[in-house]
């Protein structure tokens, strides 16, 4: 719980103009926009009460901006409370976005930062300062087949604690029970998908990480791509050697959601990722089956709310 005792928001011209420049933006109950004021940080609009019910615990520190039915309700916040809320969405949390942006000038504002579960390096300063944040979460890249016979899907996940890279491709339901069952033993805190057509299926698959509580983003269909994927693996694999991995890439789509992956964490980028990961094919029942559901209701992992970790079977 953090403490009423932060900066207060200054009902300023530069503040009503974050009022003007936020209701320019698209609404998005998964991002999180923090406005930086050098001395502390402004959030706005819905971000604001979700920020003082979760953090603060209180809404009195609330303040609206303007007056009757167009007062925007606004909360300020010290630089050590912005770092506590970052690491609980990016990283403990998850299933958010967090942007920062900065003052443009002329009652401008322009995005500088933001991240995302599988995206950390433009924080990595406020994340990885000390040594208990050296694990950092787990992501994953799927793609849904809709077939006559039936629906396909195919997943990769990466773990930069272990370096380990898993990938898989199994038949579904249309409930996509075996997915999320995969999504719940994973444990991912983001999911990159093809950008495609919303139709059914596709919104049902979606569904599914919302329940599992991972932010859904979306790439290109062409990442999904496999045709540089032995090149890229040979710089990225212990060893060096792709054969060991064939029975990944024999399978198209599992191989498909491994470049995508890559593609996403701009892996390849790091020349200290190179040689030190392990890619292997993931056994999607090698461990006992639960859905989101059950999850929750069995307390397996510690819930947003809880107190500490003693109130869920992982602490």
């Known amino acids: 719980m953090a403490e009423n005792s932060g900066p ?3 009902q300023d011209e530069k503040t009503k103009s974050i009022v003007t420049f936020v209701r320019k933006l698209p609404e ?3 991002v999180v926009r923090f ?3 050098k001395e502390y940080y402004t959030v706005i609009g819905e971000n604001a009460l979700f920020v003082a019910r979760e953090f603060y615990k209180t809404t009195t520190v609330v303040k609206y901006i303007g007056s009757g039915d167009k007062a925007v309700p606004g ?3 010290n630089r050590s409370l912005f770092q506590t ?3 609980d969405l990016v990283i403990e949390g998850g299933g958010h976005m967090v942007e920062v942006y900065e003052d443009a000038g002329s009652q401008s504002w322009k995005l500088s930062r933001k991240a995302s579960p599988g995206k950390l390096g433009e924080f990595e300063e406020e994340l990885f300062r000390s040594s208990d944040m050296a694990e950092t979460p787990v992501v994953m890249a799927a793609k849904l087949v809709v077939r006559e016979s039936g629906c396909v899907v195919s997943l990769a996940y990466v773990n930069h604690s272990t370096r380990q890279i898993g990938a898989c491709e199994f038949a579904d339901d249309d409930q996509f029970c075996a997915f999320e069952a995969a999504v719940v033993q994973i444990g991912p805190k983001e999911c990159v998908l093809p950008r495609e057509a919303a139709t059914p299926e596709n919104r049902r698959f979606r569904d599914v990480l919302d329940r599992c509580g991972a932010l859904a983003s979306e790439m290109k269909p062409s990442e999904f791509g496999t045709k540089d994927l032995s090149d890229n693996l040979r710089r990225l ?3 060096g050697n792709v054969e060991h991995y064939r029975e990944v890439l024999e399978r198209e789509g599992a191989a498909g959601a491994v470049a995508a992956l890559l593609s996403f964490g701009e892996l390849l980028a790091d020349r200290a990722n190179h040689n030190k990961y392990v890619l292997a094919l ?5 461990a006992m089956r639960l859905d989101a559901a059950a999850v929750r209701a069995l307390n397996v992992t510690r819930q947003r709310g809880d107190p500490n970790d003693s109130f869920s079977r992982y602490g």
């Open 28 to 30: 998005d109950d998964k």
């Open 85 to 87: 809320i970052l690491r």
């Open 237 to 239: 694999v212990k060893g």
């Open 35 to 37: 406005f930086d004021r």
């Open 8 to 10: 207060v928001l200054e």
């Open 282 to 286: 993931h056994d999607t029942g090698a």
């Open 75 to 77: 909360v300020a916040l």
